[in-house]
Nanobody, 114 residues
Framework: VQLQASGGGLVQAGGSLRLSCKTSGINFRINDMDWYRQAPGKQRELVAT???????NYSDFVEGRFAISRDNARNTVYLQMNSLRSEDTAVYYC?????????WGRGTLVTVSS
């Protein structure tokens, strides 16, 4: 199983970024997919989830600003991030579960300057 996140970078507060996570080694269509983030000195936290049926759920701190989506033909999950704030600065990871195990991508760094 491989999860490769990309799309991070440096952006000014109020700006936008779109993260992508390309997967392989899983039956992507039936997997729920998550985005997590970990800020310096903090625990990793769940950002958003999209189920195999395209239902979505967001943590309160990104509700209304971020949007998770998936493209089953490309085995890829996305995170559109708008109205970015300095507190969104973190390494963002995509994640999924299979056969009772949790798999993580390498992460992509998002830095929001104020």
């Amino acid at each position: 199983v491989q999860l490769q996140a990309s799309g991070g970078g440096l952006v000014q507060a109020g700006g936008s970024l779109r993260l992508s996570c390309k997967t392989s080694g899983i039956n992507f269509r039936i997997n729920d997919m998550d985005w997590y983030r970990q800020a310096p000195g903090k625990q990793r936290e769940l950002v958003a989830t999209i189920t195999s049926g395209h239902f979505t759920n967001y943590s309160d701190f990104v509700e209304g600003r971020f949007a998770i989506s998936r493209d089953n033909a490309r085995n890829t999950v996305y995170l559109q991030m708008n109205s970015l704030r300095s507190e969104d600065t973190a390494v963002y990871y995509c994640s999924t579960k299979r056969a009772g195990s949790t798999f993580w991508g390498r992460g992509t760094l998002v830095t929001v300057s104020s």
